[in-house]
């Protein structure tokens, strides 16, 4: 049996392939907890243990990595400052990057020169280097990025760096090379790459051995999510942690495809809002990757997908700014104390919102996990006597916030990307998604949103339908054509790579080739397949992303890329539970606004989400199963599919 595991900022959820579901609190100081509980608490034999983690993205976010130390080629110390010299905002003066994960105080240069085709111009001095690990050592870092310039063409000096660091540093300090984190053009990107590879592989790689020793006893392995919808060991992850970054996120849109194909549709935003943030994404017929992420105002530097995130999950903070305006997140209350409702001293929340409005009842999972409304109207209460509203106004205050902030982060994944989302299903998902779905549907224009049968652990299910995958690049700008014999050699190399690091004895890999492409002298490229035509379909490709081509300038490829990957089998679907629809838990009082546009409370009725609904549901209406509350409201319909996915329709 598989374990697929995801541990969020609010909940650890879990899937197994036999179909269970379980959800505990997560444990920010000891990420471990929830999840060694998770795997005890299953029966059977275990075998694998997927599991996507927000540990590495924490550590960014909060400023809690390790102490690290940069060696650069000498004259390029500043790069992580000067970076690309754009603005985060342009029209504002003040507007500033956050401050270098490395001071300038811990950033050594070496007297060394790599030419860009990898012929090497002034030779490494192993005094100079030596004397720098020296200085860090003074410094006591924690950690070791070496970064110099053009060492994806030849390695060697980067590689001599680390051999002297076991010496000076000792043989257990981490050492990071970007010619292994990042082997590509781009010095800022790639000095950014090493440096969060750097930043949090410590952290990551006690938090992975902790875990690889207890799946040791179950004789299991251990395999972790990495950004761009695949699944890696995890050794190899240890090794290039950043590729972690947005593990969860990328679960939670491999699980949303892999829900929805069964409907036949192929062109969805997926909107996974858990109890910290909301990740949106656009898939139009397959999930967009980027290489140009960025976290906490730092390049990640290696493939994503394309997903947005903003501050807004079911623990997002309800509070007034400095000038008396009432704003929902970024903060969050966690897991721990958590909302308001759960009685610990915590602040007002988007959870207590929904709760106060009766979008959400008492008791959670299944009756195990129990909210105080007593406390949520008191404190929603007495935050809106202080702008002059009770506590249901301004919870629906809250709740409108929210769906905007959301709906914003949709229209940026697809509309400014050049999609209509008129035209694509929503996919809602995480604990609190299907609360807002309609909401944030009505502001996009979308008529149909689908709720998988488990939405709330639907990131754990992607985990246990993803494919095992291992991307390697090699950049080879100015040293070949454009024609495929030029690049088979290529391609070869990394095959051999693969291979050797995949195995072959869980069967065989489905390899799939690229090329980046750009105009000569360009700064930014675009992936295609090799072959013939290249030229003609990068101006092609070109046009279509920026609006314009120059078939008059020369092409030229950048880097070859080679993807392997290889499929573990689908899992048992999670069944919903054993209530039926058409078996009612009653009516409560409900907030929601009419298609008239008039805001006033209706009562609802109140519905248990079983295996199959009985009948279609008009709106307004509540749907609960264990692991989150479907809202329905007036204007919308809900009938189940024979996908198991709860299709809700505007009317």
């Known amino acids: 049996m598989r374990v697929g595991i995801d541990s969020g900022g609010t909940f650890t959820d879990c899937v197994t392939s036999d179909g269970v579901v379980v959800k505990r609190p997560s444990d920010r100081a000891r990420p471990e907890q929830p999840v060694e509980e998770l795997v005890s608490a299953v029966s059977g034999s275990v075998s694998a243990v997927h599991h996507g983690t927000t540990v590495a993205t924490n550590m960014i976010l909060e400023r809690k990595g390790a102490r690290v130390g940069l060696v650069t080629t000498k004259g390029f110390a500043d790069v992580l400052e000067i970076r690309r010299q754009d603005r985060p905002a342009i029209y504002d003066l003040r507007a500033a990057w956050p401050r270098p994960l490395v001071p300038r105080s811990r950033r050594m240069e070496v007297d060394e020169r790599v030419a860009p085709d990898g012929l090497v111009i002034r030779?490494?001095?192993?005094?100079?280097?030596?004397?720098?690990?020296?200085?860090?050592?003074?410094?006591?870092?924690?950690?070791?990025?070496?970064?110099?310039?053009?060492?994806?063409?030849?390695?060697?000096?980067?590689?001599?760096?680390?051999?002297?660091?076991?010496?000076?540093?000792?043989?257990?300090?981490?050492?990071?090379?970007?010619?292994?984190?990042?082997?590509?053009?781009?010095?800022?990107?790639?000095?950014?790459?090493?440096?969060?590879?750097?930043?949090?592989?410590?952290?990551?790689?006690?938090?992975?051995?902790?875990?690889?020793?207890?799946?040791?006893?179950?004789?299991?392995?251990?395999?972790?999510?990495?950004?761009?919808?695949?699944?890696?060991?995890?050794?190899?992850?240890?090794?290039?942690?950043?590729?972690?970054?947005?593990?969860?996120?990328?679960?939670?849109?491999?699980?949303?495809?892999?829900?929805?194909?069964?409907?036949?549709?192929?062109?969805?935003?997926?909107?996974?809002?858990?109890?910290?943030?909301?990740?949106?994404?656009?898939?139009?017929?397959?999930?967009?990757?980027?290489?140009?992420g960025i976290i906490g105002g730092f390049p990640i530097g290696v493939p994503i997908f394309d997903i947005e995130t903003v501050g807004a999950g079911g623990g997002s903070v309800v509070a007034l700014d400095s000038a008396g305006v009432l704003r929902v997140g970024p903060e969050s209350a966690g897991a721990n104390p958590g909302p308001a409702s759960y009685g610990r001293g915590g602040p007002l929340t988007l959870t207590d919102a929904h709760l106060v409005l009766g979008r959400v009842g008492s008791d959670l999972l299944g009756g195990s996990f129990r909210l105080d409304s007593r406390t949520a109207y008191g404190r929603a209460g007495a935050l809106g006597a202080r702008i002059g509203l009770d506590a249901?106004?301004?919870?629906?205050?809250?709740?409108?916030?929210?769906a905007s902030n959301v709906e914003r982060a949709a229209r940026r994944v697809s509309l400014q990307r050049g999609y209509d989302p008129r035209n694509f299903a929503l996919v809602a998902?995480?604990?609190?998604?299907?609360?807002?779905?309609?909401?944030?549907?009505?502001?996009?224009?979308?008529?149909?949103?689908l709720i998988p049968p488990h939405p709330g652990a639907l990131a754990a299910y992607g985990l246990l339908v993803a494919d095992e995958v291992r991307v390697l690049t090699r950049t080879v700008l100015g040293r070949v054509g454009l024609h495929p014999p030029e690049l088979d050699r290529f391609y070869r190399e990394l095959q051999a790579a693969l291979e050797r690091e995949m195995g072959l004895q869980r069967g065989p890999l489905r390899l799939a080739r690229t090329v980046d492409v750009r105009y000569v002298g360009q700064t930014f490229s675009l992936s295609l397949a090799p072959g013939p035509g290249l030229a003609s379909r990068f101006h092609e490709a070109?046009?279509?992303?920026?609006?314009?081509?120059?078939?008059?300038?020369?092409?030229?490829?950048?880097?070859?890329?080679?993807?392997?990957?290889?499929?573990?089998?689908?899992?048992?679907?999670?069944?919903?539970?054993?209530?039926?629809?058409?078996?009612?838990?009653?009516?409560?009082?409900?907030?929601?606004?009419?298609p008239d546009g008039s805001v006033g409370d209706l009562?609802?009725?109140?519905?248990?989400?079983?295996?199959?609904?009985?009948?279609?549901?008009?709106?307004?209406?509540?749907?609960?199963?264990?692991?989150?509350?479907?809202?329905?409201?007036?204007?919308?319909?809900?009938?189940?599919?024979?996908?198991?996915?709860?299709?809700?329709?505007?009317?």
């Open 123 to 292: 030779r490494l001095d192993d005094a100079d280097a030596e004397a720098a690990l020296e200085r860090l050592r003074g410094q006591r870092i924690e950690s070791l990025a070496v970064c110099l310039l053009f060492a994806f063409a030849d390695p060697a000096h980067e590689r001599r760096v680390q051999s002297l660091s076991r010496r000076i540093l000792g043989r257990r300090m981490s050492v990071s090379l970007s010619s292994e984190v990042f082997p590509r053009i781009g010095e800022f990107e790639r000095t950014s790459a090493t440096v969060l590879n750097a930043y949090v592989a410590p952290g990551i790689q006690r938090y992975l051995l902790r875990l690889r020793r207890f799946v040791r006893r179950f004789n299991a392995d251990l395999f972790v999510m990495v950004s761009d919808g695949g699944f890696v060991n995890g050794e190899t992850v240890a090794r290039r942690p950043v590729s972690t970054l947005l593990s969860g996120p990328a679960a939670g849109v491999v699980g949303a495809q892999a829900a929805v194909s069964r409907s036949g549709l192929r062109d969805l935003i997926t909107m996974d809002i858990g109890g910290t943030s909301t990740d949106v994404a656009v898939v139009p017929g397959a999930a967009l990757r980027t290489d140009e």
């Open 542 to 594: 070109h046009r279509e992303r920026y609006g314009y081509a120059r078939s008059d300038c020369p092409v030229e490829v950048v880097a070859v890329r080679l993807e392997a990957r290889r499929g573990v089998g689908e899992p048992a679907q999670p069944a919903v539970g054993s209530g039926t629809v058409s078996g009612s838990a009653g009516t409560r009082l409900v907030r929601f606004q009419s």
């Open 429 to 449: 998902f995480g604990g609190a998604g299907p609360q807002l779905a309609c909401e944030v549907a009505d502001g996009l224009g979308v008529r149909r949103v």
């Open 392 to 402: 249901r106004a301004l919870a629906w205050a809250a709740m409108r916030i929210a």
């Open 603 to 651: 009562e609802t009725r109140v519905y248990n989400r079983g295996q199959t609904l009985l009948g279609r549901l008009s709106g307004p209406a509540i749907v609960e199963q264990y692991d989150t509350t479907v809202v329905v409201p007036p204007g919308w319909t809900a009938e189940d599919s024979s996908s198991g996915n709860l299709v809700l329709t505007r009317i």
